[in-house]
């Protein structure tokens, strides 16, 4: 797609790595999905544009599907060399058209700055809800007595394809990972437990390190299996491994309509940090 002598919508490729990795290093407009993928992963996975100027990449967005019918937006990125409105309307134009060929979808934002908010208001996006983040420090809480025939046990490699199936059916379609995002998680996990029963999986957690401390990134239980304490028992065992290991510190983050996960943090010593952070989507059709 070309929009003057020296501008041009085009496909990002692998060469462009470099030149893009520059602009999410130095441009002051980046805007980086909360993602198990770094966003040069995705080039190869459209729609992932650039505008080039003169053999130059100045701003590139990627927002390839994932979960299947949902498009997040992992980088949006502006040089400063166009104005970030101009650039973003060229790239998000061109990047609808290409999902509007493949079908329906929900395009969705986290949103993270300010300046995000009004480029996707003027694309006619609309708030959804937020994010929430929660932290706690210190004190292991109750230990909860799960039914005899429940087990818990660290997650394996083969367990995967079971963990995807019980994430897949406790979230929304927006929240879901599927099968190749939760690999791509286990491996950088630091602990990942299962619940299950019958050899069933019904139940996990999977938490990361990071400098301050742990943070719960999945937790999960089968609808099915809801209200019997596993939510409660997965993250007790988290608080206790990580308490053994001298961690005290503790994150986590869900939704603002999630009032079930909202009052199981809170009932475990979580706090609201008073971060928020909204979401943005859009049918795409």
């Known amino acids: 797609m070309i929009f003057g002598a020296d501008l041009q919508v085009r496909p990002a490729v692998l060469t462009d790595q470099r030149q893009i990795a520059n602009l ?43 979960p299947p019918s949902v498009a997040w937006m992992r980088l949006f990125v502006n040089s400063g060399k166009l104005p970030v409105q101009e650039s973003w309307q060229m790239l998000w134009d061109s990047a609808r058209t290409e999902l509007v060929h493949e079908g329906q979808f929900v395009a ?64 929304e379609l927006l929240w879901q990972n599927a099968l190749p995002a939760l690999e791509r998680a286990y491996p950088q996990s630091i602990w990942a437990t299962v619940a299950e029963t019958d050899s069933q999986v019904i139940g996990y957690q999977l938490s990361t390190r990071n400098p301050l401390g742990v943070h719960l990134a999945r937790l999960a239980v089968r609808p099915a299996d809801q209200g019997k304490g596993l939510g409660y028992a997965l993250v007790a065992n988290l608080i206790q491994q990580s308490s053994q290991h001298g961690i005290s510190h503790l994150t986590v983050n869900t939704q603002s309509d999630n009032t079930a996960s909202l009052a199981l943090y809170q009932r475990m010593g979580f706090r609201e940090t008073g971060e928020r952070y909204p979401v943005y989507q859009l049918q795409v059709s």
Not at 127 to 139: A, C, F, K, N, W
Not at 150 to 171: H, Q
């Open 24 to 66: 999410i290093h130095f441009s002051s407009h980046v805007h980086r999905h909360l993602d198990w993928r770094q966003p040069l992963d995705w080039i190869g996975s459209p729609p992932f544009s650039v505008i080039e100027s003169q053999g130059q990449v100045v701003a590139a967005l990627g927002c390839p599907p994932d």
């Open 108 to 171: 969705a934002a986290i949103v993270l700055q300010e300046w995000l908010h009004d480029l996707l208001l003027s694309s006619g996006f609309a708030s959804h809800q937020s994010i929430v983040m929660l932290e706690r420090d210190g004190g292991v809480p109750a230990e909860m007595t799960l039914s005899p025939e429940i087990s818990m046990r660290a997650m394996m490699p083969f367990d995967l394809p079971a963990v995807a199936e019980v994430d897949a059916s406790a979230f």
